[in-house]
């Protein structure tokens, strides 16, 4: 169980105690070391000539930056490191046997350790304020500190990757909004919601339920019918963007469902944000020449349902 398929009351209650951790304030913290962060991975990419921006760039920064919330000391940063591979890439295919019997209950053992460990001595990091977080006398439990680190690994760690990916190759493949980025650099908020609108990596919800039968526009959903919510088809209907097949970096207002809506709206978005943000503001400041290896329709995607990802994103710098 998770705030992703709680409802009310319970998710309530989870929301209340978790937003605490994700103040704007918290999330900015961060800023500063990833940014030196994303210079210190430049620095070794750039000489290199032509990388997977995957491998090189994108992956590591919202890696470093789970990282850094969650408290990790450097000598755990491996043990995470591999158990946050397991969580986004081993359940699909035969690696779901290992990913459940042997990845996922080290990484629920790692877990429970680092809680203990920041319960004896709490630190500036997210962790510590969930374990000390509290709303009208209510805390959370254990098994729910373990399931909002997990949560946290699955929803916002490979979305980002994958954000920061969609980003570039959208870029780079709208040559005008990428000049026009780059001559107006303020418009760097915009651009990254027009990428969550035009390109996001995430093309729908989970499965929803309908708990009695509801007329809408004119088709009944049965009760006990499953739904789900495409939020690509959302992100280009006409009726609510002008213009939708259009990348434009200056589209305003922009009330795209990239992050959700209503009560479930992502938790996490404004560290997404601030994450691609500083990702592409170095990647494109310290290469004016930056561009793709290969034709953007010669990039390998990732066969998943309702997903925008890649499997490389080759660039020459």
Not at 54 to 73: C, D
Not at 89 to 100: D, E, N, P, Q
Request: with cysteine; net charge negative; hydrophobic share 40%.
């Amino acid at each position: 169980n998770s705030m992703i398929t709680d409802d009310d009351p319970t998710h309530r209650r989870l929301k209340n105690l978790v937003h605490k951790a994700f103040l704007p304030r918290s999330v900015e913290k961060l800023g500063a070391h990833l940014e030196a962060y994303a210079d210190s991975l430049l620095d070794e990419a750039e000489p290199q000539g032509e990388v997977d921006l995957i491998s090189a760039y994108s992956n590591p920064i919202p890696m470093e930056a789970i990282s850094r919330m969650l408290g990790v000391a450097n000598s755990d940063t491996y043990q995470l490191k591999a158990g946050m591979q397991v969580l986004s890439k081993g359940f699909s295919g035969l690696r779901i046997i290992h990913g459940m019997f042997w990845g996922l209950p080290k990484m629920v053992k790692f877990t429970r350790q680092l809680i203990e460990r920041k319960r004896q001595e709490p630190g500036d990091d997210m962790l510590s304020d969930l374990i000390q977080a509290e709303d009208e006398g209510e805390k959370l439990s254990e098994d729910e500190l373990v399931t909002m680190v997990l949560l946290l690994i699955i929803a916002g760690f490979e979305t980002t990757v994958h954000l920061i990916n969609n980003a570039v190759i959208t870029l780079l493949s709208h040559p005008d909004q990428l000049l026009l980025l780059r001559e107006q650099p303020e418009l760097m908020d915009s651009a990254i919601e027009e990428v969550q609108r035009f390109n996001g990596p995430i093309g729908g919800t989970k499965p929803h339920y309908a708990v009695e039968d509801i007329e809408l526009k004119g088709v009944t959903i049965p009760k006990g019918s499953m739904v789900m919510t495409l939020l690509n088809a959302a992100n280009h209907d006409p009726q609510a963007f002008e213009n939708p097949e259009v990348f434009d970096i200056t589209r305003h207002p922009n009330r795209h469902m990239g992050f959700g809506m209503g009560v479930h709206y992502c938790l996490g978005a404004s560290l997404a944000r601030l994450e691609v943000k500083v990702a592409l503001n170095k990647l494109l400041g310290r290469n004016p020449n930056l561009r793709l290896a290969v034709p953007e329709d010669a990039l390998e995607k990732i066969h998943a349902p309702l997903q925008t990802r890649y499997q490389s994103v080759p660039v020459v710098f």
